[in-house]
């Protein structure tokens, strides 16, 4: 899929969520603190939107970035999802890929994302933390990372996990010399 055919199906996806949970765009910017111009261009295809304004974005629709777009992938609800069939989310921060190791079944109640992070990458806008809902787990899989939440720093190694309430910003770095992996469980807090 091109660059242009992920931000139009981004932006179709988002627009059919928003328009399901009755909201305007400027309900919608004023629960996500983004703009109703910028959301509009999401939805047109104009812009990326990135990782942190996305879940910012599931969060106000209450569910997850995967949950996002589980109506437009056509994977098999099979119980075995193999590492090359797993749904991508499309590179939002340069250096950072993401793939979600769970079926949209099994989403709705736990979602399990591998990120894997090239030499130097962060998450976040311009290395801000960002915050999505629920409780999760980050469990390094490989390399080395520098972990912040709140106003903490953690440098975590493969084997190293950090337990956090996702309402706490947060983010990762990759301060190894080689990619660096972590897999997040995040289990969604429902109201």
Known sequence: MTGKAMKLMIGTVLKHNREQCGYNLKNL???????????????HGKVSPSLSSLVKIADVLGTTIQGLF???SSQNERPVIRKDDRRL???LDEGIHISFATNSVLSKIMEVAVVKLEVGAQTGDNAASYK???SQVMYVTKGKV????K????????????NMNSDDPHSV????????????FVVPHHS
């Open 29 to 43: 910017a004023d629960k996500t603190g983004l703009s109703s111009s910028y959301i509009s261009q999401i939805e």
């Open 70 to 72: 589980e109506e437009v």
């Open 89 to 91: 989310a499309s590179s």
């Open 132 to 134: 999505r809902f629920g």
């Open 146 to 149: 520098e972990a912040r939440l």
């Open 151 to 162: 106003s903490e720093t953690f440098i975590l190694e493969k084997g190293d996990s950090l």
């Open 173 to 184: 770095k990759n301060i190894h010399t080689n990619e660096s992996e972590v897999i997040f």
